[in-house]
Each structure stands twice: as structure tokens, then as C-alpha cells.
């Protein structure tokens, strides 16, 4: 059955909680590769609950909802987590109660043969007082649902790398335990942990989370431009355009013009490209 467009845009997706606790922040702060140093005070400040500090990507996760759940009419098994947009309105708290607030923001009809793309936003709101944490956009791209007779426009344009050398060149090795450990923070899915589940999908190992990858982008900026202080990364957009594979190591190229930081990631070891596009912003020190 095609899809309806006006119901897409009007569907009523229900709103998930969570209460979380310090162990949950260093967990997901391990599965992302802090602590592999333990004499490392930059990374010790995100695994030791005395004064523990918060990734900003840790509010990616936070009462987050597998689109298995999101019942709108999409074809879950040929869905594609192809972007992801935050703005970092306020420091994530390392314990309490959020809430997630997500809709269909809009859906662009590519045609039969190319697919759907669907753009939710979610907020991320402290149930403590009301307030935004952060506020997410994420592209979908729906393989199997193009051809509805959705109104014709661009989808949200990409950022521009500049064409000049990147400014600053960092590596991280990203654990093979990695996909273990994400799992901790919620998504369950089986491509990410057994190997006859990855090979039917097509890949000759399991993958890395795309959101734990976005957690590797993050760590890349806080680390090389931001001093590792996380209030001041205040937003990281990019495209995954490709899987990365635990125990790889990935390679970040970061241009800095004023408080905008372009970034591109790749998989060293094969050489491929698997965030681009990359966009953050940084406040001053």
C-alpha cells in the first residue's frame, strides 16, 4: 500500500521516558571509547562518577525509540538511518529524567525507484524542569516507500567541506568491543552483534551503530578543537555514508572557520568515507 502523505505528516508517535542513571552516562561514554587511557584525565572525567562530565552525543540516545516501534506505515526492513542534525541547547545532565517528543517533520517523494525520505524531529526535554536539552533531526531514507505522489522538492542540503588541506588530522581506534557495548545503551538490534544476522543484510561482519559512530564523530571535535570540554560543542550534524566495522580505526578531518568545524571521517583500513558532510559548531573558550 502506498503511502499516505498527510497521515505521515500528521501521525501521532508516542512519547518515550527514561530515568537514567550515572552508570548509563559511563557506559555510554566506555562504548564510544573514553577510558582507554585510565591515566588520561580528559577521558577519566566521563568514566569516574566523581564529577563526572557528559558527551554531548549522549543525548542521541536518551529515550530513544527503534523505528521497529514507530508504526506509521514505513517499511521497517529497508529503512536507513542516513543523517543526523543536533543542537545542544543546554549540557546533558549525568542522571535524571528526559522525555522525547518525536514527529514527522516532512517527507520528500523521490520516486518509485529511489525511495522515500522522512525527516523526524525530536526534542529531548529534562522532565526536571520542562526545559530542552537538545533538539534532533533525523533523515531516514525509506527505500521502499518512493512513488506516493508526494509533492516535489530538495531534500535538506548538505554542508560543504572546503576544498583547501583540513586544518586538524586525528585518529581513533574503535574497540571491537564497541557494538557490545553500545548495545548497553538500548538498541538491541542483532546487525550489530551476530555475524549470520550481518551476513544476510550483506556485510561480512557485524557493523557499528550508526549512532555510535556519530558518538566517535563528536569525541573527534571535543578532543581536537574543543579542548575536551563538552559545553562547548553545540552542534553536529553529518551524513553516514558508510558502516563502520569494530576494532577499525577512523580517521577525522576537521576544518575550522571561526566557530564552524567541517568535518569528514573516514575508515582507514578500507580507505572509505563513512560520515561526510560533516558540521559542527563550537563555542569560545
Not at 577521558?43 to 552525543?57: A, C, H, M
Not at 549522549?58 to 516501534?69: C, D, M, N, Q, V
Not at 531516514?140 to 522538492?153: M, Q
Request: glycine share 8%; net charge neutral.
Amino acid at each position: 500500500m502506498p503511502l499516505d502523505y498527510e497521515r505521515l505528516l500528521s501521525a501521532k508517535i508516542p512519547d518515550r521516558e527514561q530515568t537514567y542513571a550515572e552508570r548509563d552516562t559511563i557506559i555510554y561514554a566506555l562504548s564510544v571509547g573514553m577510558g582507554v587511557d585510565p591515566l588520561d584525565e580528559r577521558q577519566l572525567r566521563f568514566v569516574y562518577e566523581k564529577n563526572l562530565s557528559v558527551l554531548p552525543t549522549f543525548a542521541s540516545t536518551l529515550a530513544w525509540k527503534r523505528f521497529a516501534e514507530i508504526d506509521i506505515g514505513l517499511t521497517y526492513a529497508k529503512m536507513v538511518h542516513g543523517e543526523q542534525r543536533m543542537i545542544m541547547h543546554r549540557p546533558v545532565p549525568s542522571s535524571g529524567s528526559v522525555v522525547s517528543k518525536m514527529r514527522v517533520k516532512d517527507v520528500v517523494d523521490r520516486g518509485a525507484d529511489k525511495g522515500a525520505v522522512v525527516y523526524f524531529e525530536r526534542q529531548l526535554i529534562d522532565q526536571a524542569d520542562q526545559q530542552p536539552i537538545s533538539t534532533q533531526t533525523l533523515t531516514i531514507f525509506a527505500r521502499a516507500d518512493g512513488g506516493f505522489g508526494g509533492p516535489e522538492r530538495p531534500m535538506l542540503p548538505n554542508h560543504p567541506l572546503p576544498e583547501r588541506a583540513p586544518d586538524i588530522v586525528q585518529d581513533i581506534a574503535v574497540s571491537p568491543r564497541a557494538a557490545l557495548l553500545y548495545r548497553l545503551c538500548g538498541d538491541v538490534n542483532a546487525l550489530h552483534i551476530d555475524p549470520a544476522v550481518a551476513k544476510k543484510a550483506g556485510f561480512e561482519r557485524p557493523i557499528l551503530h550508526g549512532l555510535a559512530t556519530y558518538g566517535y564523530c563528536g569525541r573527534l571535535v571535543l578532543d581536537s578543537v574543543c579542548g575536551g570540554d563538552p559545553s562547548r560543542l553545540t552542534a553536529l550534524d553529518g551524513r553516514f555514508s558508510a558502516p563502520v566495522f569494530p576494532g577499525e580505526t577512523i580517521r577525522g578531518e576537521m576544518w575550522i572557520d571561526g566557530d564552524v568545524v567541517s568535518l569528514r571521517v573516514k575508515a582507514l583500513e578500507r580507505d572509505t568515507i563513512v560520515f561526510n558532510n560533516g558540521r559542527a559548531v563550537v563555542r569560545a573558550a
